[in-house]
């Protein structure tokens, strides 16, 4: 009978380890997914910025030739 308490007890202890090391993982997936996403929209707005600044030169350069004419 305390063979099968002790080996019930070991079951559920290694049952109870899995689920906190599964919630551990989950909040590490998490944590990495919120972080993709920050640096997907932080070079979304880099690519942005470029285009704008790439546009300005251009129009500034336009307006260069165009009045040394």
Not at 8 to 30: D, E
Not at 50 to 67: K, L, Q, T
């Amino acid at each position: 009978m305390v063979l099968l308490l002790k080996m019930a007890g070991a079951i559920l202890a290694a049952a109870l380890l899995a689920v906190t090391l599964l919630k551990s993982l989950i909040g590490l997936v998490g944590v990495l997914l919120v972080l993709v996403k920050v640096v997907i929209v932080i070079a979304f707005i880099g690519l942005m910025v470029v285009i704008v600044i790439s546009i300005m030169r251009s129009r500034s350069r336009a307006r260069a030739e165009r009045d040394d004419f």
